[in-house]
């Protein structure tokens, strides 16, 4: 938008609404007495802030909204239906930016992506429960346009902006999280497995690029602080999903820029806090024998480390066998109980749904085989993209680089999706933050690898390791 037609449209605009405002309360002041109305206008004024400067709030409003619907707090019920109109707002005012611009073409990643909803579509069909599959398959539609367009319209240009914000957000989430559990003892993410899904996949990954990359001894002691912390609440969820995503991620990308030094001695610092929680917070309120006792078979030693994904994970192959090449539907599961209402408020219905514990085998079960094509080459592109970014991280050791947060997110997501069925749920907020990352990896990966040899020929030592090396040690 032209400098001159924003000088002219905001005042424009500002006036319309307060003459407008004043026309309802004078002709009707019983709007006003309306608490729902109230809210309702309350959040369409965000939404429209929100879509005035789409690149900068778009994108930090919409996971708050699907992050609101997701947590035990007020107001969750009534997001829960108004996340679907702030995701089709933004994927809307997202193409309109997009197509406007035209910096970036899709790829093959984004026709994979296509072929997926045209999967889910047909698996939607033949379900027992075709109208929540269809609105299902919607809404993947609506996340993966969002992610082809609105997501990367928030990077372009603003790279370091948009990483910033993000890296900010992670700590405030920790903090809010710790007072949250720590001092008033209200779990507001419900169940302790969703707790350890943020922490270990989103947090903790972004947490440790932020020490890495500090250049104040103040910032980075606070960072390193704030990434304790996130331990800690991890460690206290005794979530072995959110736990393992974490390990294996932050390895890797500890390998991969070299900080052997680094990786041992946060694996020390890491084993100390497990052993503090497991003293000071005991899963169950009872005493454990040993750390492998607790966060591996929790108190189960005599059934074995996967004795809570068996069964499920049984009762999926079995369907599977029973549906083998268009599956049950997208997002949806025979059970045992016979449906007796439809979905009023645009949530999936206990019904319809059961647990899978694995997010391949629920894909699986949804589309079939068949389905499986696009789905599957989907996560195979976006596992090459992580390769592509590890091994650049190692060729240039850059901890300034984007591709470090993202890689480690993405790492920690496939690897959490194999113990707990959200990959492609788009109603879960993870889901919304793991996909909105992939489709912006597209593009941040070969933009950085220029930049990225170049830094690494021109650049000084300090500068592509870091204060990280100088604040926990190489």
Known sequence: MSDSLSRFLLPSMIAMSCLFAVGVAVLRPDYFSSTNDLAILLFL?????AIWNYRARFFPLLLVVFLWAGMVVPLNVVWTSGRWLVLAVGTLAGLIVYVRNQERSFMTFHLAAFFCVVAALVSAAVSAYPRLAFLKTMSLLLLFLYGSSGARVAVMGREKGFFSS??????????ISAISYFIFHFEMFGNPNSLGAVVGVAAVPILLWGILMSEQPT?????????????LLLFSSYARAGIAAAVVSCVLVCIALRRYRLLVRGSCVALLLAVFVMVVVPFHEQPSES???VFLYKGHREDGILASRRSIWDETVSVIQAHPWLGSGFGTSPTSSEVVRRPESFESFR???REHGNSY???TEWVGFAGDVPFFTLILLLSVNVARALRQMHRTGNVFSPVIPLAGVLTAGLVHAAFEDWLFAPGYY???FFWT???IMVDVLPAAEPTLKSATLSAPRAWTHGLGTAALGR
Do not use: K
């Open 361 to 363: 085998l629920a894909i």
């Open 45 to 49: 004024q965000l939404l429209l802030a």
């Open 166 to 175: 993000l890296l900010l957000g992670c700590e405030l989430l920790v903090y």
């Open 219 to 231: 910032t980075s002691w606070r960072r390193i602080f704030a990434f304790a912390i996130a331990l």
């Open 437 to 439: 990352l992939a489709f």
């Open 430 to 432: 993870l889901c919304v």
């Open 291 to 293: 750390l492998t006792s």
């Open 351 to 353: 019904e319809a749904t």
